[in-house]
């Protein structure tokens, strides 16, 4: 078994009931809203150094030059990876994500994930440094955790690191990117947010509720037999559950294809719900609404350019590989 399959068997995504919940349990601490808030500061001088490297062009790829690079480094930032080790936590966050996609054959899978066994040696090297050094931080937090006299092992935190890896930092280039394009294509709801930044968080959930970058669905396998209006399905038949189409729901959301920012998001399942809820939520949100202060502070008169462009091979995302924009510099 190689390390790439390791991480897999060890994966949140595939552990059987009562190890998802055992581990989910042992690592909420390490993502609580107060270790975020921490984290504020150190995604706050990645995204400053970011825009400084960008410096003051009249247009720029906003997808390439920020989308496709703020999430793997806010993810390197909240695990304690030094700066100077940020292309190897970048190889192993590219090997997982690479690596699940279910098109590759095994010569590119292979290609893939050869950046995965460095990167594994890295995240042990820094748990067992910190072993000795424990602080209040996401690390110490995880390797603190305990239940019942027992502790997440190394390859169970190299797991749940490369868990969110996996699920956190491929969508949240989508969030990015979608949630500039949706509010520069709303410029009423733009200048509502300026005016209200109050409104970022209800934004973020707009835009996952009515720019959904997803386009396959979640498994899962009827343990009963269901009638679904004039559909029988029968006990142990997979079902694929296309969680954004719930966003676009008449009898949910008054008006669905409208964009609106201050739209009452009670209702919102774009994060999961209950014992599969998104354990990386505040991250996600946290480092997102970083990016966009940032941006609007740099770029208050921002608009759309003329270039979009799609990745129409990505395996489950419609991916923004270009997306234009004028800094109105």
Known sequence: MNAFEKLMNNNLFFLNRSDHLRLRKLALPAFSPRIMNQM??????????RFDEIGSPETFNFAKEVAEIIPVQA????????????????SLAYGI??????????EEREDAIKGIPEGIDLLNSLINEKRNNLSDDFLSTLIAAEEDGKKLSNWEMCALIGSVLGAGSDTAVDLHTYLIKAL??????????????????????ETLRCESSGKTGLARYASEDIQLRDIEIKKGQMIQLITSTAGKDPNIYKNP??????RDQDKSISFGQGPHYCIGVTLVRSQTEVMLKELLERFPNLSLGEKINYDYSHHNARRITELEIKTGI
């Open 97 to 106: 994500v690479r690596g699940i996609n279910p098109m590759l054959s095994p």
């Open 184 to 205: 520069l294509n709303h410029p009423d709801e733009f200048e509502k947010l300026k005016n209200n930044p109050e409104l970022t968080q209800n934004a973020i959930s």
């Open 75 to 90: 993810i390197a930032s909240l695990v304690g990876i030094p700066r100077e080790k940020f292309p190897i936590f970048d």
């Open 257 to 262: 294809e409208k964009f609106d920012i201050e």
């Open 40 to 49: 504020k500061e150190r995604f706050a001088v990645l995204v400053k150094e």
